[in-house]
């Protein structure tokens, strides 16, 4: 049975930091493209960030230069480094792990509030 799970949420001050984790079981990662994605209150699900099987990295203009997504092929763990945190980065984000054999799997999601 394969599993995302997600971890590091919380919440944290304007200017912040946290980082999140998704645990992998039950696939090996480094064979999937992996991706963080989050949804705010009322708005659509938006790719925040993506990593490829090369390591290749994308991210939204949002959060250039404030986040990293990384992988630790190893532990089988994908992370997300958030910082510099603003108000509208509060959202639920989301593990995402596909391939080009149609397999797409989904994390259930870990809250990052972002207030004063």
């Known amino acids: 049975q394969v599993q995302l799970v997600e971890s590091g949420g919380g919440l944290v001050q304007p200017g912040g930091s946290l980082r999140l984790s998704c645990a992998a079981s039950?696939?090996?990662?480094?064979?999937?493209?992996m991706g963080w994605y989050r949804q705010a209150p009322g708005k659509q699900r938006e790719l925040v960030a993506r990593i490829s099987t090369g390591g290749s990295t994308n991210y939204i203009d949002s959060v250039k230069g404030r986040f990293t997504i990384s992988r630790d092929i190893a532990k089988n763990t994908m992370y997300l480094q958030m910082n510099i945190l603003k108000p509208e980065d509060t959202a639920v984000y989301y593990c995402?792990?596909?391939?080009?054999?149609?397999?797409?799997?989904w994390g259930k999601g870990t809250l990052v509030t972002v207030s004063s």
């Open positions: 039950g696939i090996i990662s480094a064979l999937y493209a």
């Open positions: 995402n792990a596909n391939n080009d054999f149609g397999r797409d799997y």
